[in-house]
């Protein structure tokens, strides 16, 4: 709980870029005709099938509309926000002060808004029968300290084969950050284009363990977390567990703005915050926003228009 509070309250601190006089977006990305009709959206890999949801939907509602999904990573996303080639950053971690910094001096104003939420998952394959794991666990796992199953119990599955996100992910950036400790990984990791990726992996290799959102776990089992041996395990497959803050790992996703969000940007980011909007979150296997995250968004709005 205290990881989504502080993102919350993160919100607040990483909005930055006042509203100037007839800003909204400065250059190619959010100026002129093209606005009116086309919004582009660039960024997380995790969220590219729930932003691909959204968009489908809202252009066959709308279909004069056209929204332009691609993916790349946060980082890629965040990257194309900074150099005013996009209306919108989809992320899986908050920017951070100097991608704003840059952003700022290149013009871009940027704004967040909270558009879901994901319980990122520790998956292994199904005959593991590995079932719940600590942060301190997972923290040697990854790190490498740790190196064979037996150490947790499962004697005969061998040395662990760990699958990374890559760096340019936003996922990559938070599991390192609140697991890691940002600690460097284990030497023989292998880095993966997507979470896809690590799924498909995950689905034939018995001793491999890997991280990725919870939207795509497929035919994997989802490891149970704990913050230590002393709490309980969680299971990110369970939304209680993710709205009353008990995963541990659960985290909010964001869409960063180039500018006010006016347009077809405001037009489609109603769409995404509406009820409609939170349905097909649950679709695309990740969970809706809270009523508190809905409120953070609501001042926001409140304070640029």
């Avoid at 056209?66 to 946060?74: H, K, L």
């Avoid at 690590?198 to 035919?219: C, F, H, M, R, T």
Wanted: glycine residues 12%; charged residues 25%.
């Amino acid at each position: 709980m205290k990881k989504i509070l502080a993102a919350l309250i993160g919100v607040f601190i990483l909005v930055i870029g006042g509203v100037t006089a007839g800003c909204g977006g400065s250059g190619d990305a959010g100026s002129g005709d093209k606005r009116d009709t086309m919004v582009e959206i660039q960024g997380s890999d995790t969220m590219v099938n729930l932003n691909q949801n959204w968009a489908e939907n809202y252009m066959d509602e709308n279909p004069e509309k056209y929204i332009s999904v691609t993916g790349g990573g946060s980082g890629t996303g965040i990257a194309s926000l900074i150099n005013d080639d996009v209306d919108i950053a989809g992320s899986s971690r908050d920017m951070t002060e100097e991608e704003i910094g840059d952003a700022r001096e290149n013009d871009v104003d940027v704004y967040e808004f909270l558009v879901a939420q994901d319980g990122l998952a520790v998956g292994v394959h199904e005959d593991n029968p590995v079932e719940d794991l600590t942060f301190a666990e997972l923290k040697e796992i990854f790190t490498g300290t740790v190196t064979d199953w037996s150490d947790f119990g499962w004697d005969e599955g061998g040395e662990i084969t760990v699958y990374s996100r890559q760096s340019n992910s936003g996922t990559y950036v938070y599991f390192n950050e609140n697991v890691m400790d940002g600690e460097d990984w284990a030497d023989d990791a292998q880095f993966m284009s997507g979470s896809s990726a690590i799924n498909d992996a995950l689905n034939e290799d018995k001793s491999g363990i890997g991280y990725y959102g919870v939207g795509y776990v497929d035919g994997v089992k989802a490891i149970n977390v704990a913050y230590d041996e002393d709490s309980d395990y969680y299971t990110p497959l369970d939304a209680e567990n993710i709205n009353e803050g008990n995963y541990p790992i659960a985290r909010p996703l964001y869409f960063y703005t180039n500018g006010v969000p006016e347009g077809s940007v405001k037009e489609f980011l109603d769409f995404v915050l509406s009820d409609r909007g939170q349905e097909l979150v649950v679709d695309a296997g990740f969970y809706q926003m809270t009523p508190e995250m809905h409120e953070v968004n609501e001042e926001l709005f409140d304070e640029i228009y």
